[in-house]
């Protein structure tokens, strides 16, 4: 899977601390990783972040430690630095809403910084605007979801375990886990937890919407050295992890073809234009059934070539289909 392009540098410093505060120590190798920059870049934002008064100590070989991130309320903001703080409502799902726990808070923050920018001459207030502007949602908020939000925030940004009531839709049944939250993953217009689930003793994927209630309790984790959120959403198609490793190919038509050209995808895919206009793709995934609903989204214009075990198994279920359909009612 190609990597993005580097983060603009507002947002770089950002994951930086968030880095630093979730481990023991980073080395700046691992910074430089993680925030897809140069090791030379993450020198220069460590004498930026000292600058702006992060106390932090090195640790030889094990690189930086981090000691103390002050809040800051002086400034002019960038361009970026205004983006981000006009998007970030979205990403809170509805804290924009008068019913949100947080809105009061997020209000009176975004007076106190209008009133710092427009005393420095900053960003005028006119700029402004861009989080109604730009409607990154597809669906209207879920109401639970802005419940349980502000107790999933403070456990991420804490690193506390919480208590969930989660909905499992498979079984059709509620249950109670404690879990460590790592990560808040969107895919396909949906918040995803990633956690590690201590009923189940292993890390997996929890639909926001499905949670019932979230109490955090005062049971800290870190994140383990060892896992990386790159790796655990390898060849996953969306989201789901739902079986072994399976190499598709199918062959879209040529008035498919463009569109799945243009797509961008969470997995690395071979895709091969045909002299016929047609297109072949190529994917090793573990999320079977994801794949497969995407590619009966295209009906006759996706046609899967290999596996053939996968290719007799549609063939039987479009021929039922089919039946079904020329049934007189």
Not at 18 to 32: P, V
């Given at each position: ?41 993450i020198y220069r934002d460590m004498k930026t972040l000292d600058d702006l008064g992060v106390y932090y100590q090195s640790e030889g070989r094990n690189g930086y430690k981090l000691l103390y991130q002050p809040v800051q309320t002086g400034g002019k903001l960038t361009k970026e630095e205004w983006m981000a703080l006009t998007l970030f409502p979205m990403l809170s799902e509805g804290i924009t809403s008068g019913d949100h726990p947080f809105h ?226």
């Open positions: 899977m190609a990597k993005a392009k580097g983060f603009l540098r507002a947002e770089r410093l950002f994951y930086i601390l968030q880095y630093l505060t979730n481990r023991e120590t980073a080395t700046a190798a691992e910074l430089a990783d993680h925030c897809q920059t140069s090791v030379r870049s009061q808070a997020y209000r009176k923050g975004v007076e106190k910084i209008m009133s710092i920018v427009q005393k420095d001459g900053g960003m005028s207030s006119g700029e402004g605007g861009l989080g109604e502007r730009i409607r990154l949602h597809a669906r209207p908020r879920d109401s639970a979801q802005i419940k349980v939000m502000p107790a999933l925030l403070t456990a991420i940004s804490e690193n506390k375990a919480i208590d969930v009531d989660y909905y499992s839709i498979h079984r059709d049944k509620e249950t109670k886990r404690r879990l460590n939250p790592y990560y808040l993953v969107p895919r396909e217009g949906h918040l995803y937890l990633v956690a590690y689930c201590h009923f189940r003793e292993d890390t997996r994927v929890f639909r926001l919407s499905r949670f019932q209630d979230v109490v955090v309790t005062e049971e800290t984790f870190k994140l383990p050295r060892s896992f990386n959120i790159d790796d655990f959403l390898s060849h996953r198609w969306s989201i789901i992890a739902d079986d072994e490793e399976t190499t598709f190919v199918v062959r879209f038509t040529e008035k498919a073809a463009r569109y799945v050209l243009e797509g961008e995808y969470h997995v690395e895919t071979k895709r091969e234009s045909q002299q016929d206009g047609s297109l072949i793709l190529t994917v090793t995934v573990e999320s079977k059934q994801e794949f497969l609903r995407w590619v009966r989204s295209f009906g006759t214009d996706g046609e899967v070539l290999e596996p053939l075990n996968v290719r007799d198994s549609l063939a039987e279920e479009y021929r039922e289909m089919a039946r079904r359909y020329e049934e007189k009612s």
